[in-house]
T-cell receptor
């Protein structure tokens, strides 16, 4: 089944404790992206990647890191999480440059205490 | 700066009534436009997209949208709403000139009355 998977789905952590949210897709998509969703703000793009070893900032990259060492995986790293990073996070993937349709994962709900 | 505006935060319609959700964008180059739907507790699903050509595009679940370049709009419509259409709807722009970002609007939450 074609899908985007994220792990974990739910995470509660404390301020400053490094964490990684994994994202994997099995559709051989070039483009992958991370978003955060907050009430009243819609989805905001954190980082995107157009292919292996090619990443770029979205609109809200501060406090986040990403890497794209393999085509299928695009982990999101929070090196020192803070309470303002409490949010619902979505990973997505798509063909080509990303101006195409994106396929979304189920989301990861993160709470930083 | 690129932006997407969905002026209606909430919309309530009766089942069987028509629906129009508004979307305005600001982008200097040719926009790639999308509408996504998010059901409660779910991820996002593509309803339809516009890249070029016919300005009236058809999507899934009976939805359609019309691109109007002069108004910088891409409004979503459905002639007869079903109770299962209750969800949150997001308009998005894919940028293609220099950067390859995806910009979403803030969403419109649709409530359907039986």
């Amino acid at each position: 089944e074609a899908q985007v998977t994220q792990n974990p789905r739910y995470l509660i952590t404390v301020t400053g404790k490094k964490l990684t949210v994994t994202c994997s897709q099995n559709m051989n998509h070039e483009y992958m992206s991370w978003y955060r969703q907050d009430p009243g703000l819609g989805l905001r793009q954190i980082y995107y990647s157009m292919n292996v070893e090619v990443t770029d900032k979205g609109d809200v990259p501060e406090g986040y890191k990403v890497s794209r060492k393999e085509k299928r995986n695009f982990p999101l790293i929070l090196e020192s999480p803070s309470p303002n990073q409490t949010s619902l996070y979505f990973c997505a993937s798509g063909w080509g440059t990303g101006a195409n349709e994106q396929f979304f994962g189920p989301g990861t709900r993160l709470t930083v205490l | 700066a690129q932006s997407v505006t969905q002026p209606d935060i909430h919309i309530t319609v009766s089942e069987g009534a028509s629906l129009e959700l508004r979307c305005n964008y600001s982008y200097g180059a040719t926009p790639y436009l999308f509408w996504y739907v998010q059901s409660p507790g779910q991820g996002l699903q593509l309803l339809l997209k516009y890249f070029s050509g016919d300005t009236l595009v058809q999507g899934i679940k009976g939805f359609e949208a019309e691109f109007k370049r002069s108004q910088s709009s891409f409004n979503l419509r459905k002639p007869s709403v079903h109770w299962s259409d209750a969800a949150e709807y997001f308009c998005a722009v894919g940028t293609t000139s220099g950067t390859y970002k995806y910009i979403f609007g803030t969403g419109t939450r649709l409530k359907v009355l039986a």
